[in-house]
C-alpha cells in the first residue's frame, strides 16, 4: 500500500495560520493502518456554525446518515474523522458505531450529542470497530492544540501520497478573516457531490444557512468538477464551520448569502475549493498528469458539463494521455458518447495551444510534434469548441495509468 | 501492437458452413497493417435484403453515414470492410472515400452504388485512402468463395486477438435455414448500438423490414449488453443480410417478424448475437476475466440495466476483479452511484454462489476463502437483488486490467 508521492504534488505546502476557536488533535487508533494516525479530533472553543454537502449515493455511509440528521440543528462542537474503515454498508452495527462515537465525544468535550459531526473513510462493508475511536476520545481532549492543520491532513489520508491543505484570507467589512481547509482523495472520486472528504473551517461570523448557501454553490465548479475515475463514494463529505471569532473583533452580521459584504469572502471560499479539489486530482490514484477539460460552444452550461465529464471520464482519452499520446479522435468518440447537441462539421479541438481538429476534421495545419509536445507536460489542457452556443465548463481529471490498475486490485489486502 | 491471445479465448472455433447465395474474398491493401489482410468483399449473388443497427454516437463515421443512407432501399449487392483506419472524423475527405469505394465495388460487380454497404475500423482521424481499397477490388471479385468466413472475420481485426464466428440452424416451417456471423472487438464498446462490427448472413427469404424488426429486437440483450469500457465508438455497425436462397428450396414467404413460423428463427438469430457479443467480452483488450452482472429485483428491466452497466462500468469494480480480490463494497459503491432506485439496507450481493451482503451489511455467513475462491475463476458471476421489483437484466464485461492500459497508450504509435 506504499506509493511513491504523485509528481503532481505541489512543491510546497501552505503555511497555514491558526484560526480563533477551533483546535485539533491526532491518535493512532490502529482501526487498520499501523503507525500513522488515523483519528482526528477537531473541536470548537464555542459551538461554531455549520453547513455540509454529501454524497449523492443511494447506499450513503453510517457517518453521511449521521451528519445529514444533525445538521439542521447548525451547530457543531466537534467533528471526529477516521482513516481506514468507511463504516459504510455495516448495517445496524454502523449505526451503533457512529452513535457510540458521538456519545463518547459529547461526554468527553460536554456537548450535545447533535452539536457532533463524524466522517469514514477506507474499505466499505468492514464492521467498524468504534472502541478504538472512543479509546483515544479522552487523550485527544487534552491535547487539543490550533497550530495543527497539516497533522490533522495526515490523519485523514487513505491511497493519498500527500497531505492536502489549502488557506485563504478574505475581508467581511474591514475585517480580515481565514479560512482553511484540508482534503482527502484519493480514489473512488468522482462528481455528483462533494467527493471525498473535505473540512473547511473559518472565523467568521456567518449563521447556518448562509454557510450553506455559500458552499452548495461553491461545490458547482470544484468538488464537482473533478473526477478520478468516475466512481461515487458512498461517503463523500464537506463541511465548513465557522467560529465566529471574527465577531470579537468586530465583523458585522450578515444575514444573506448574497449580502455584498461577503463577495470577498465568498471568492476566497471558491478558490480554496477549488485549489483542494484540483489537489485532489493530482493525487488521483496512479496519476501521472493533470487534465484541463474545458468545452465551450456547448447548448447550455449543463451540457458542457456532460460533454465535458464525458471525455474526462472515458478510459480511452485517459489511456492516451498516461501514454502521451495526442490521440484526438478518442475526444471525438468521447464527445459524441456524450449524448448531448454535438455536430461533428462543426466540432473544433485543441491540446493547448496546438488546434487539432476544425471543422470536423484533422486541423489542415497538424503537426504531431507540436501535439505530442503538449502530451509530455505535466498538464494537459483540451479544449473543445461545440459551436453551437455560449455554454461552457471546465473539468478536471488525471490519467489512467497501470499504477491505478495495480493500487486498486489489491485495495483490501 | 502483437499482443498474446486472450486466455478467455473459445477452445475451438466454429466450423462454419457455406451460406447459398454469398461469397467473400481478402486482400492485403496495406492501409495500416503489414503483413496481414485488411480488406474484406462480402458479395452477394443475387441482391440480399439487408437491415442495420448503428452506433448512437453523435460524430458517427463516414461509413454509417453512407449506410444509413442507403438502408432504406433495402437491397445489398456487396459489404467491403476495411481495418487499420475508421474513416471517422474525416471531413468531405471521408465523404469523398466511401464514395469512390462504393463506386469502384458498384462497376466491379455491375451492382447500384445504393446497393453497396461500407465499414471501416481502426483510427479515427485519418484520411483514408480509398484508392487503395479500389485497387484490389477488381482482383477480389475474381477470386470470391463461400467458404470464407473464417478468413473474413480475420481480416477485419485490429486489436483482437482472436478472429469471432459464430453459426446456427433453424427451421423455418419445414425448411431448414442457416445463420453465420462474424465480429469484431475490442476497445471502444459499450452499450448504446451494435457496438464494433459485425456482420450476419442468412439464406432465410425475408423481407428487409422483418429483418429489421428481428435485428432491432436482438441487439437489446446481446450487443447492447456487453460493455468493455464503456467507450462508445463512432463506428459502431451490426449489419443483417438474407439471401434468399431458402425460398428456392421452398421457404415459404414470410410477411411480418411476429409471424409464429419465424420463431425458431428468431431464437437462434439471438443466441448467435449472444455468443458474439460474449466472444466481443472476452476478447476486450487486456481481458483476463469475463464478469457477468445480473441485476433483479429492480423498479423495472430498464433500471436494473442501468444498474448493472453502472457496475459493470465501474473502474474499481473491474481492477478488484483484475486482483480477484472480492470487493463486495465496490459492487454496493457502483449500485449507489447509479442513480437508480435502491435501498441500501434490502441489497443483496453474491458472487457466483457465495452470498457475500445481505439487507445492508456484510453477510453473518461470509467466508473470505469462499469468496476469493469464486474471484480466481475465469468467469465472474456478480449477482444484485435489489429487493424492489421484478425488473432484471444481465450484462457482460471484462476486468480492468494493466494491458488495457499498455494497449491504449500506444495505439497510435
Redesign the interface.
Known sequence: MSHAVSPLAPKSYADMPVIEGVRMATAEAGIKYKNRTDVLLMAFDEPATVAGVF??????SAPVDFCRANLPHGKAKALIVNSGN?N???????KAATALTAQSAASTLGAADNEIYLASTG?????LNADKIAAVLPDLATRLTGDFWFEAAKAIMTTDTYPKVATRSANIGDVTVTINGIAKGA??I?P?MATMLSFVVTDAALPADVLQALLSKGVGPSFNSVTV??????SDTLMLFATGAAGKRGQSAVAEAGDPALADFASALDNLLLDLAHQVVCDGEGARKMVEVEVSGAVSDESAKRVALSIA????VK??V??E?A????V??????????????L?EISFGDVRV?V????DPAYSEDAASAVMKKDKIPVRVKLGLGAGKATVWTCD???E???I??????
Open positions: 454524497t449523492r449515493s443511494k447506499c450513503p468507511a459504510a454498508f455495516t448495517g445496524k452495527k454502523g474499505v466499505i462493508g468492514e464492521p480514489g473512488m468522482a455528483d475515475d468516475s466512481d461515487t463514494s458512498t471520464n472515458s478510459p480511452l489511456t492516451a498516461a501514454g499520446d490521440n484526438w479522435g478518442r471525438v468518440m468521447a464527445v459524441g458518447k456524450s449524448g448531448e447537441p454535438a455536430d461533428r462539421d466540432l481538429a471543422e470536423g476534421e484533422r489512467l495509468t497501470k491505478y490498475v495495480e486498486n486490485g489489491d485495495y483490501r489486502s
